[in-house]
């Protein structure tokens, strides 16, 4: 229905800043909520951010408040992560995800990017 591809990922040091991005295809990704969600070695995938097809709602995890910032594109099919502040921590694979209804669990989204790795080194 739609696919997902993330950019933007790579080493940074720790207080450095990354841009991630989720470009869509095959359908007009204004349709969709979208979630961006990470996984480290060894854990879960967790929430991270989602913004509704209304860019004003926005939710974030408590981990990243303050530091991180989802927008979106919809001329450009895509939306972003602006992430400040880095720390070691926040080091994992980060995914963007869709879904037709507003969530933050990463079962509720039916769709999903392939990943693209941040690590923050200290």
């Known amino acids: 229905q739609v696919q997902l591809v993330e950019s933007g990922g790579g080493l940074v040091e720790a207080g450095g800043s990354l841009k991630l991005s989720c470009a869509a295809s095959?359908?007009?990704?204004?349709?969709?909520?979208v979630g961006w969600f990470r996984q480290a070695p060894g854990k879960e995938r967790a929430f991270v951010a989602v913004i509704g097809r209304n860019s004003l709602t926005k939710s974030y995890a408590d981990s990243v408040k303050g530091r991180f910032t989802i927008s979106r594109d919809n001329a450009r099919n895509t939306v972003y992560l602006q992430m400040n502040i880095l720390k070691p921590e926040d080091t994992a694979v980060y995914y963007c995800?869709?879904?037709?209804?507003?969530?933050?669990?990463?079962?509720?989204?039916?769709?999903w990017g392939q990943g693209t790795q941040v690590t923050v080194s200290s």
């Open positions: 095959g359908r007009t990704l204004s349709d969709y909520v």
């Open positions: 995800a869709a879904t037709r209804t507003y969530g933050s669990r990463w079962s509720e989204y039916n769709y």
